[in-house]
């Protein structure tokens, strides 16, 4: 026997004792085992595996579908629509996954429900590939999600209610907009109205007499009336979808950090940018996460574009919520300038609000404000001048200047992002920049796929010969919002 017998320590102890076998705890641990630990640990993953089988059908896995050669890259990715495109679905009794009543288009891979960020760049290269009908049924989706939830979960599985995503309903219905025009929109303004009131719902708030900064579930109230959001989830458990690495991250955690460790790792989940050096300590990795303390100008910004669009469309319906959106809007604008803007670096940075410090971090959430349209030319000249010699490099942007390992940084980039400089870039008219970062990626993307035959979830925008990597789970292919994001930078080239 080891030093630690299987009936003192590990996975069949822990169940053994959790599921009560015996009226008395002490019962187990001085049970002598009968042969050695090792023996005990296979059978015991043997006598799981057989019963998961017999109980559990897996996830069905689509077979690859060999696409006929297209003539360009464009043209395949119209024809891997139909690939990545889900008829409405009942949820079957006993899955995890969340019935949708119309059809959507999923990521690829291992991920086979439809997320939330994802479907809005998603949606842009829909229409571009002339598939209107399609991105107007994920946004039908997300309204009966807001409808049955009160917010679009981070995905459509049971284990994803605890946590929303960047809040890009806004901006699929400023897409929608963009093609059918304002009375397509206004159905949907009630479950727009209720998505911002999810996230600036601050009711698990205790009253305090204590100075500094309050935060309540997404909220947090930097001064009397000051209030910025910040990422969260409802739960402070392990991530059912991440079990086994949520729990080795619990022990690598310094004693102080273990409580309260899961909220945030959700909360990281929550951002969409699972993981990255962002979310941490200075020179602290995974385990030192702490993205609850954090303001995100990303999150920030996409709060802002809601309360500015919305409270513009209301105005036009003739709702009187109207102007106090509108001045919410401004309140917020004002917020993020003073916080999160640094005049000397020329680039937004997240705060840590518990000592109300730029956390120093060069990331491209630093760009939302910019892509969102919330800054002023001066402030975009100097945001063009950051991205290019901060961020450029032979494939695009790249997502942080920091390699951790981490999926969310150096030296990956990711479509969504790239997407969100050159949008911003463009709306402020620096154009030559814009068109040099979408053509590198373009270039890498159709590299890739010259050689593999695939659209990868992410790109080596630094060494254009490697893949990408990092993060809890292998490189997936499919993948719908590069497919998105190229189809759309294609179609913009074409005009």
Same mark, same amino acid.
């Given at each position: 026997?080891?030093?630690?017998?299987?009936?003192?320590?590990?996975?069949?102890?822990?169940?053994?004792?959790?599921?009560?076998?015996?009226?008395?705890?002490?019962?187990?641990?001085?049970?002598?085992?009968?042969?050695?630990?090792?023996?005990?640990?296979?059978?015991?993953?043997?006598?799981?595996?057989?019963?998961?089988?017999?109980?559990?059908?897996?996830? &069905?896995?689509?077979?690859?579908? &060999?696409?006929?050669?297209?003539?360009?890259?464009?043209?395949?990715?119209?024809?891997?629509?139909?690939?990545?495109?889900?008829?409405?679905?009942?949820?079957?009794?006993?899955?995890?996954?969340?019935?949708?009543?119309?059809?959507?288009?999923?990521?690829?891979?291992?991920?086979?429900?439809?997320?939330?960020?994802?479907?809005?760049?998603?949606?842009?290269?829909?229409?571009?590939?002339?598939?209107?009908?399609?991105?107007?049924?994920?946004?039908?989706?997300?309204?009966?999600?807001?409808?049955?939830?009160?917010?679009?979960?981070?995905?459509? %599985?049971?284990?994803?209610?605890?946590?929303?995503?960047?809040?890009?309903?806004?901006?699929?219905?400023?897409?929608?907009?963009?093609?059918?025009?304002?009375?397509?929109?206004?159905?949907?303004?009630?479950?727009?109205?209720?998505?911002?009131?999810? !996230?600036?719902?601050?009711?698990? &708030?205790?009253?305090?007499?204590?100075?500094?900064? %309050?935060?309540?579930?997404?909220?947090?109230?930097?001064?009397?009336?000051?209030?910025?959001?910040?990422?969260?989830?409802?739960?402070?458990?392990?991530?059912?979808?991440?079990?086994?690495?949520?729990?080795?991250?619990?022990?690598?955690?310094?004693?102080?950090?273990?409580?309260?460790?899961?909220?945030?790792?959700?909360?990281?989940?929550?951002?969409?940018?699972?993981?990255?050096?962002? !979310?941490?300590?200075?020179?602290?990795?995974?385990?030192?996460?702490?993205?609850?303390?954090?303001?995100?100008?990303?999150?920030?910004?996409?709060?802002?574009?809601?309360?500015?669009?919305?409270?513009?469309?209301?105005?036009?319906?003739?709702?009187?919520?109207?102007?106090?959106?509108?001045?919410?809007?401004?309140?917020?604008?004002?917020?993020?300038?003073?916080?999160?803007?640094?005049?000397?670096?020329?680039?937004?940075?997240?705060?840590?609000?518990?000592?109300?410090?730029?956390?120093?971090?060069?990331?491209?959430?630093?760009?939302?404000?910019?892509?969102?349209?919330?800054?002023?030319?001066?402030?975009?000249?100097?945001?063009?001048?950051?991205?290019?010699?901060?961020?450029?490099?032979?494939?695009?942007?790249?997502?942080?200047?920091?390699?951790?390992?981490?999926?969310?940084?150096?030296?990956?980039? !990711?479509?969504?992002?790239?997407?969100?400089?050159?949008?911003?870039? %463009?709306?402020?008219?620096?154009? %030559?920049?814009?068109?040099?970062?979408?053509?590198?990626?373009?270039?890498?993307?159709?590299?890739? !796929?010259?050689?593999?035959?695939?659209?990868?979830?992410?790109?080596?925008?630094?060494?254009?010969?490697?893949?990408?990597?990092?993060?809890?789970?292998?490189?997936?292919?499919?993948?719908?919002?590069?497919?998105?994001?190229?189809?759309?930078?294609?179609?913009?080239?074409?005009?």
């Amino acid at each position: 026997m080891n030093d630690n017998p299987v009936q003192i320590a590990g996975a069949l102890f822990e169940a053994v004792q959790q599921a009560r076998i015996f009226p008395d705890s002490k019962t187990f641990p001085d049970c002598r085992a009968r042969v050695d630990a090792e023996s005990i640990n296979d059978a015991y993953l043997r006598m799981l595996r057989d019963f998961v089988a017999e109980h559990f059908e897996l996830p &069905a896995e689509r077979p690859a579908v &060999a696409l006929a050669a297209a003539d360009s890259l464009a043209a395949h990715i119209d024809r891997l629509w139909a690939e990545l495109e889900r008829a409405p679905d009942p949820a079957p009794a006993g899955s995890s996954a969340i019935a949708l009543a119309h059809p959507y288009v999923v990521p690829g891979g291992r991920f086979r429900e439809i997320y939330y960020w994802d479907s809005y760049f998603t949606a842009e290269g829909l229409v571009a590939s002339g598939r209107l009908d399609l991105a107007e049924g994920m946004i039908r989706n997300f309204a009966d999600l807001i409808d049955r939830y009160g917010y679009v979960p981070n995905g459509t %599985r049971l284990y994803y209610l605890g946590r929303s995503q960047p809040p890009m309903f806004c901006a699929m219905l400023q897409l929608l907009e963009r093609c059918r025009g304002f009375e397509a929109v206004r159905p949907f303004l009630p479950q727009l109205v209720r998505e911002h009131a999810f !996230w600036m719902d601050a009711s698990a &708030a205790a009253p305090s007499a204590a100075r500094g900064p %309050r935060a309540a579930a997404r909220v947090v109230e930097i001064t009397p009336g000051a209030v910025l959001n910040r990422y969260w989830d409802a739960n402070d458990t392990p991530r059912p979808e991440s079990f086994g690495e949520d729990l080795h991250t619990c022990a690598l955690a310094a004693e102080p950090r273990r409580g309260g460790i899961f909220r945030d790792i959700r909360a990281g989940a929550e951002s969409g940018w699972d993981f990255s050096s962002r !979310w941490f300590a200075p020179n602290g990795g995974i385990e030192s996460i702490r993205c609850s303390e954090l303001l995100p100008v990303d999150l920030n910004a996409l709060l802002w574009q809601l309360e500015h669009q919305l409270a513009a469309w209301l105005e036009r319906a003739g709702d009187a919520r109207a102007a106090g959106l509108a001045d919410a809007a401004e309140r917020r604008r004002a917020l993020v300038l003073a916080r999160c803007w640094d005049d000397a670096a020329g680039w937004f940075f997240d705060e840590h609000w518990p000592t109300g410090r730029h956390t120093q971090a060069w990331t491209l959430a630093g760009a939302f404000p910019l892509y969102c349209g919330m800054v002023d030319d001066a402030r975009a000249a100097r945001m063009a001048g950051s991205i290019e010699s901060h961020f450029l490099r032979p494939g695009g942007v790249v997502t942080t200047l920091v390699r951790s390992g981490e999926q969310w940084d150096a030296p990956n980039g !990711w479509a969504p992002l790239q997407w969100v400089v050159v949008q911003g870039l %463009r709306r402020y008219g620096h154009h %030559r920049l814009a068109d040099d970062i979408a053509e590198r990626f373009i270039a890498l993307v159709e590299r890739v !796929w010259q050689r593999t035959g695939k659209m990868m979830e992410k790109y080596d925008v630094c060494d254009m010969a490697l893949e990408a990597g990092g993060g809890e789970y292998p490189v997936q292919d499919g993948f719908g919002w590069t497919n998105g994001v190229v189809r759309a930078f294609l179609a913009q080239q074409a005009r």
